[in-house]
């Protein structure tokens, strides 16, 4: 086996598609974000960042870096160890009370991003609880997929936010099955939320549990960050919530939360849990300060859904089409890879706006996109400079234009 030619050659394979991957060179600057600095062909230049997860910009914010900053000094740089073995901190389990206290919840338990806390939680239930059935929503992100994957349990896909389809597929189920129903709040690339009641209401029905991953909602919803599940009032009707410290709360790691017997089950079995070094105190030290920090503040989510409308209305006069959703998340269409990344390479290089092509498997063939999150820090110039762009780029490419 030529082993390097065999790299090569699906390499270029990918590239021919246009869904190679080409990554920016940023250097955020505290307290200048969504400016940074962007390093490609030699040259350093700023640019605005409008895909970064860091939503309400927390990652910047001054006592989340303090946080970090003091328990380094006081504690050192590393766990020192896994969980099991020497590397639980204080912090961790302060951290883990938050969390529970966050969404309403017996137990919290941390993991180092949010996709191992979906890939080993799912694995472990999938695997361990008897006659275990996954339903999963057909738009689910690759970590639920993966986790029920290697659960090796019986895996069966609803249509997406179909409550209706989702019934039919839960009495299919046979009698006796552990029926696990797996599903988001808001859908990263359309930016949809899901029906939570009305799936609640079906897997009560059917004796199912849910597993709701809030990950693109934590933070951002609900009158404490609890997610979209705490804003409509049902964090107690849903069994696990997952979520991440790494998007709204600018940090990073994962956790779930639930009843104390079901976060001891998974902490004693999950392998993706129980055998990895434990994330370092200062971390879990800055998402505890991150999360009380949204917990009582209003300020950022109220600024970053005021920026929301106000790109939506710029983009609507421009007759630029994008997803209409509920949610913070603004997806321009484009449907072509090519395009996509030509169209996101010369905002970059001569608007100094950095937007990430987003192109297949991330979302399905002929759906590419550019996908904008507006936060509190963009300012109306900002917004004024990205859709005067995009309005100049759509003439010079040909796009068509929604009509008013
Ligand atoms: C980003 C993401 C994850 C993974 O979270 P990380 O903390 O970034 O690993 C899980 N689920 C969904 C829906 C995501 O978009």
């Known amino acids: 086996m030529d082993f390097e030619k065999e790299f090569t050659a699906q390499l270029d394979a990918l590239r021919d598609e246009g869904n190679y991957r080409i990554f920016a060179n940023l250097e955020r600057r505290t307290g200048e974000f969504p400016l940074a600095t962007n390093r490609q062909k030699g040259a350093?230049?700023?640019v605005t960042i409008w895909c970064s997860n860091d939503y309400l910009g927390m990652g910047h914010n001054k006592d989340v870096i303090e946080a970090m900053q003091q328990t380094a000094a006081s504690c050192g740089a590393g766990a020192g160890g896994t969980r099991n073995i020497s590397g639980t901190a204080h912090h961790h389990l302060l951290l883990e009370q938050e969390l529970a206290d966050l969404h309403n919840k017996e137990?919290?338990?941390l993991f180092t991003s949010g996709y191992v806390s979906n890939w080993?939680?799912?694995?472990?239930?999938g695997a361990r609880l008897p006659n275990a059935v996954i339903l999963s929503d057909s738009l689910n992100h690759a970590s639920i997929i993966e986790g029920i994957r290697h659960s090796k349990a019986q895996k069966k896909i609803w249509k997406h936010n179909d409550v209706e389809d989702l019934d039919r597929v839960l009495s299919e189920c046979p009698d006796g099955s552990s029926k696990i129903v797996a599903f988001e709040s808001v859908y990263s690339m359309?930016?949809?939320?899901?029906p939570i009641k009305e799936i609640c209401d079906v897997a009560d029905k059917h004796g199912a549990m849910t597993y709701l991953d809030e990950v693109h909602a934590v933070g951002m919803y609900?009158?404490?960050?609890?997610g979209v599940a705490e804003r409509e009032g049902l964090m107690d009707r849903v069994t696990l919530i997952e979520g991440t410290l790494g998007k709204a709360f600018g940090v990073v790691g994962g956790y779930v939360t639930g009843s104390a017997a079901m976060c001891d089950f998974i902490r004693s079995f999950a392998s993706g849990f129980i055998f990895t070094t434990a994330l370092p105190p200062a971390v879990a030290a800055a998402a505890t300060s991150s999360i009380q920090h949204l917990k009582q503040s209003e300020i950022e989510r109220a600024k970053q859904r005021r920026q929301v409308a106000k790109l939506r209305a710029a983009l609507d006069r421009e007759g630029i089409p994008h997803i209409d959703n509920p949610s913070h998340i603004i997806p321009v269409m484009i449907k072509d890879p090519v395009k996509c990344r030509e169209i996101s390479d010369i905002l970059m290089d001569d608007y100094g706006i950095y937007v990430q092509p987003i192109n297949f498997p991330t979302v399905p063939k002929g759906t590419e996109r550019l996908r904008?999150?507006?936060g509190p820090m963009h300012t109306d110039a900002d917004i004024e400079h990205l859709v005067s762009a995009l309005s100049a780029l759509w003439s010079q490419c040909a796009l068509s234009r929604a009509v008013a």
């Open 44 to 46: 350093a230049r700023d």
């Open 107 to 109: 137990a919290a338990l």
């Open 120 to 125: 080993a939680s799912l694995s472990t239930l």
């Open 190 to 194: 359309d930016g949809d939320i899901a």
């Open 222 to 226: 609900g009158p404490h960050g609890g």
């Open 372 to 374: 904008f999150t507006p």
